[in-house]
């Protein structure tokens, strides 16, 4: 209760908490809790019915496999965008730093179309990995590939601050007490950015899983395959099944707070190890 | 385990002026040898070419009479200080000495005593504990120097390790490194803009400027031979007098002094003078070889001392340091005429140019 009484530089503390909830409460909580209610005109086993259903187990696995493995791809591309651009100057260096935002402003509807058409059997990528034997559009693997480019700048642009912050002599330092480029990296550079790759990381996930427009393009909706969970949510709202719909929203909402709440812990335990500072 | 440079020669860009030119000293084994001169001199760039964090375009680097040029920085066991620490912030003050020895995968029992004999060394056994972000300024730079030394280096290389310190604690480091040296007997190079400090804790110096060797030497010898017109006026702030040759002897002023052997009748020359070179004495008195009259320009105590700036008959302007009972005793103020007695100077043929 210290923080709340001690004198603030800015003042109207309580005027601005007030603020934080009303408005966390009307974007947030409310609408939240609409869902929640709409699912209890089911009944338990009804509900049960519907959020077991082979085509909504499918979609989870669907949704939450491929954001997964795009934030895990996206975690380690990012990183190694970042490092190039904090670390190196070149033609172009600022035409790639602009590019790196652009998935957050194209709609993604425009993404989805963009990427389908270039990985369709006749597209420009699409052509030469049929001839290999990938499939790409209208597969997992798809979904996963407009998911990656959903979440690539946010990986970027947190890890990117925390790098320049990494004073070049750091790494020169190691070097002079004889750890190789791979040591250096895994013991010295690494344990400092984790933090801001994790958060990167969650930011996207979290907008992977939630992500539509791009992907209903690329998949090809077919349940039990392609169908993520978003889509098979609209699927049920188009045929009147409110119900239906909200009890699966339900289950993803508890599961991505699960997900959020376990990644967040583990932030602030690393947060602890990396910034103790006096009076902290 | 001397450090011997031959020849290094690096340029940054193709064309450009290089960095490092044509450079070769010697540092002698167990000796603190500093590496002095202005920024942008190339000392920097020196040390990380003996170190290997960058790669001569030509020359060689010899430690302990081994040649070691193409060797990797990793394998060349040399302790290096960085003027910013460099210390790793998400490690706390233990693992950060631990990290050289950790990464040669040497048993734990020996990391953990090595550790313990590197913070008493540098005396802060009570702060292992610690993250770097916990510590003062001067003790940052101590862990920097235990980290350095545990790997137990052949030689030791400090770049600037004092630069970001304040005065007090500088001088305080100063000291330390000292009875710290005098301790390890480890050869070390310290490079340095600060003359002060090359003069006080090194056996020998090598001043440097436009990534050349100006002199190497004693600081003795730097203070008191400067062998060109660029040491004298880098070391001690000494003031210029500027002349010709007359009669086989350098004539400024009213000043005669004698001059290099190569020197012409009509000659143009200049000469260095140190503020605590000159004598100052009430004018009308005549002992003392080489009087030599100017005029009080300004004066301001500072310390024991008192700087004078004198403005001599032809318009050199030159300051003079006097303890301050001296200056009191003198009794003399801004406008008067004073007789100064020039002990010793360094004279230069050829016209001064700043």
Not at chain 1, 2 to 18: D, E, H, I, N
Request: aromatic share 8%.
């Amino acid at each position: 209760m210290a923080s709340l009484t001690r004198r603030q530089v800015l003042p109207g503390f309580k005027l601005s908490l007030g603020f934080t909830w009303t408005y966390v409460g009307l974007l947030i909580l409310i609408p939240l809790s609409s869902l929640f209610l709409k699912t209890f005109s089911l009944t338990w086993p009804q509900f049960w019915e519907t959020v077991t259903a082979p085509r909504a187990l499918a979609a989870y696995r669907l949704s939450f496999g491929a954001s997964l493995s795009a934030a895990l791809a996206n975690v380690v591309f990012g990183l190694l965008v970042a490092w190039v651009l904090v670390r190196y100057r070149f033609p172009g260096r600022s035409l790639v730093e602009s590019l790196v935002d652009l998935p957050f402003a194209l709609p993604t509807a425009v993404a989805g179309l963009t990427l389908t058409t270039l990985f369709s059997a006749k597209g420009w990528y699409g052509q030469y990995l049929e001839a290999w034997g990938f499939k790409v559009a209208y597969t997992s693997v798809g979904v996963a590939v407009a998911l990656t480019f959903i979440g690539l700048p946010f990986v970027v642009r947190t890890v990117q601050p925390v790098l320049e912050d990494i004073d070049v002599d750091v790494e020169e330092a190691a070097a002079t007490l004889g750890a190789t480029p791979w040591q250096t990296f895994a013991r010295v550079l690494f344990p400092a950015i984790f933090p801001a790759l994790l958060s990167g990381f969650t930011l996207a996930f979290a907008r992977a899983l939630g992500e539509y427009g791009s992907v209903v393009f690329i998949s090809g909706n077919m349940p039990l395959r392609t169908e993520i969970v978003p889509l098979l949510i609209v699927t049920k709202l188009e045929q009147y099944d409110y119900a239906g719909a909200t009890a699966i929203a339900v289950v993803m909402l508890l599961a991505s707070f699960l997900l959020l709440l376990v990644v967040n812990l583990l932030q602030r335990w690393s947060h602890r190890r990396l910034d103790a500072r006096p009076g902290a | 385990m001397s450090i011997i440079v031959e020849q290094l020669t690096r340029r940054f860009s193709p064309g450009g002026s290089p960095a490092v030119s044509d450079v070769s000293f010697h540092a002698p084994a167990g000796a603190i040898t500093s590496l002095l001169g202005p920024s942008g001199a190339g000392k920097s760039t020196l040390l990380r070419l003996i170190c290997g964090l960058e790669v001569p375009d030509v020359g060689r680097v010899l430690i302990d009479g081994v040649d070691c040029t193409s060797l990797p920085v990793q394998q060349r066991n040399v302790g290096v200080v960085f003027q910013s620490y460099a210390l790793f912030r998400h490690m706390t003050v233990r693992e950060n000495i631990a990290f050289g020895l950790n990464v040669r995968k040497l048993p734990r029992a020996e990391v953990e005593a090595r550790v313990d004999e590197m913070l008493r060394l540098v005396q802060l056994e009570a702060l292992g504990e610690r993250h770097p972000g916990q510590l003062s300024g001067g003790q940052r730079q101590r862990v920097a120097f235990a980290r350095a030394l545990a790997i137990r280096p052949r030689v030791l290389l400090l770049d600037e390790p004092f630069g970001a310190l304040d005065t007090r604690v500088r001088e305080e480091l100063r000291e330390w490194l000292h009875a710290l040296h005098t301790r390890t007997g480890l050869t070390t190079l310290l490079v340095t803009h600060d003359q002060q400090e090359a003069l006080e804790i090194s056996q020998h110096v090598v001043v440097m400027s436009d990534g050349r060797v100006a002199q190497a030497g004693s600081p003795e010898d730097i203070y008191d031979r400067p062998a060109s017109p660029f040491v004298a006026s880098f070391i001690g702030g000494a003031s210029v007098l500027r002349g010709h040759v007359l009669e086989g002897r350098a004539s400024l002023g009213s000043l005669a002094l004698s001059v290099p052997a190569a020197a012409r009748e009509g000659e143009a020359v200049h000469a260095y003078v140190r503020p605590h070179d000159i004598k100052l004495a009430r004018s009308g008195s005549t002992e003392g070889v080489t009087p030599f009259t100017g005029r009080v320009q300004r004066f301001k105590p500072v310390g024991g001392f008192v700087k004078v700036l004198l403005r001599m008959p032809s318009g050199d302007e030159v300051t003079v340091q006097v303890p301050r009972s001296e200056f009191d005793a003198l009794g003399v103020g801004e406008g008067d005429a004073v007789r100064a007695d020039v002990l010793t100077a360094s004279v230069f043929v050829g016209d001064y140019a700043i």
